[in-house]
């Protein structure tokens, strides 16, 4: 009996990995048009639609049903698994998870109470916690105190696609909605927070380096940084400036283009890094 790992679409995961785990998917939708995430429409056509629509994509959670149907065929595989979701706080596809899991005793549900690549590596963790032989339910308990671990910080463009998405207020997008201002937002409790603003990207991107080095990051665990839009040349430039955080510790830096939900929130030009926190770096 294996334990798998499962996740949902918004949970995003370095490629090397992605053939690892099963990816139960969210909905977008451009106008009438459904799409399934990263199975009827794939990042790279998600961005292109995005920035070429007039109108903001909605995106749906994960349904119970769905749940069900993978739960099903891991059962007879005789197989269990842990299930991590995106925040619950951020969507309901941890509440439709656990539903769902109600009637498989082989299945346990960890909600990341973060978003991403955050959840991201804590699912990496899991898929190494798991091929180490911890059990079903120390794992799914030893998940839920890792997780308060986890630090992300991202910038973004611009906080007006998160306010029309629903997952920041009016009052932090205004303040953040001074021309030329780049917002440094994080996950906190499960919420979607703003650090601080900086005006224009180099300074943004010092408050990214400014927020890691005072949560320290724990190298021996996950790390994954990610992008938004179609092109990964900001996340290059956050790279370059922030070499001081990575010399000496790691010779790659794992990084993914951001899935298309998460893309519908943050909008195009996002930069985003996820760590385990070791304490402040010297």
Same mark, same amino acid.
């Given at each position: 009996?294996?334990?798998? #790992?499962i996740?949902d679409s918004?949970?995003? #995961? ?10 139960v ?11 399934i995430?990263?199975v009827?429409?794939?990042k790279q ?5 995005l920035?070429s629509?007039?109108e903001?994509?909605?995106?749906? &959670? ?18 269990e ?6 925040s619950? =706080?951020? !969507?309901?596809?941890? &509440?439709?998870? @656990? ?6 005793d ?8 973060n978003?991403s690549?955050?959840?991201g ?24 105190k890792? @997780?308060?671990? #986890?630090g992300?910080?991202?910038?973004v ?24 201002i ?26 990214l380096?400014?927020?890691? =080095? ?8 996950p ?17 370059q400036d ?14 993914? &283009?951001? !899935?298309s939900v998460?893309?519908t ?12 926190k ?5």
């Amino acid at each position: 009996m294996a334990i798998k #790992i499962i996740t949902d679409s918004t949970v995003d #995961i370095a490629d090397k990995y992605s053939n690892l785990f099963t990816v139960v998917p969210l909905t977008v939708s451009f106008g009438e048009k459904d799409y399934i995430d990263g199975v009827t429409l794939n990042k790279q056509e998600f961005y292109q639609k995005l920035v070429s629509s007039a109108e903001l994509p909605k995106t749906s &959670q994960a349904t119970p049903a769905a749940f069900a149907e993978v739960f099903r065929k891991l059962q007879e595989n005789g197989d269990e698994a842990v299930v991590i979701t995106v925040s619950s =706080r951020l !969507s309901g596809t941890y &509440q439709s998870a @656990r539903i769902a899991a109600e009637d498989f005793d082989n299945v346990r549900v960890v909600d990341s109470l973060n978003v991403s690549i955050a959840s991201g590596i804590l699912a990496e963790y899991a898929l190494r916690c798991a091929s180490e032989g911890m059990g079903l339910d120390e794992l799914a308990r030893h998940l839920s105190k890792k @997780r308060d671990e #986890i630090g992300l910080v991202a910038m973004v463009d611009t906080l007006e696609y998160l306010k029309k998405g629903g997952r920041i207020s009016g009052a932090a997008a205004f303040a953040g909605g001074v021309l030329g201002i780049k917002p440094v937002v994080t996950c906190r409790n499960g919420e979607l927070a703003v650090l601080g603003k900086a005006r224009g990207s180099k300074k943004a991107n010092n408050l990214l380096v400014e927020q890691i =080095r005072k949560d320290g990051v724990d190298f021996s665990m996950p790390l994954l940084l990610g992008y938004t839009g179609l092109s990964d040349d900001m996340l290059r430039q956050y790279i370059q400036d922030s070499q001081c955080l990575w010399k000496g510790h790691v010779t790659d830096l794992d990084c993914v &283009q951001l !899935s298309s939900v998460i893309g519908t929130h943050a909008g195009p030009g996002a930069v985003a890094v996820a760590y385990f926190k070791s304490g402040a770096l010297q």
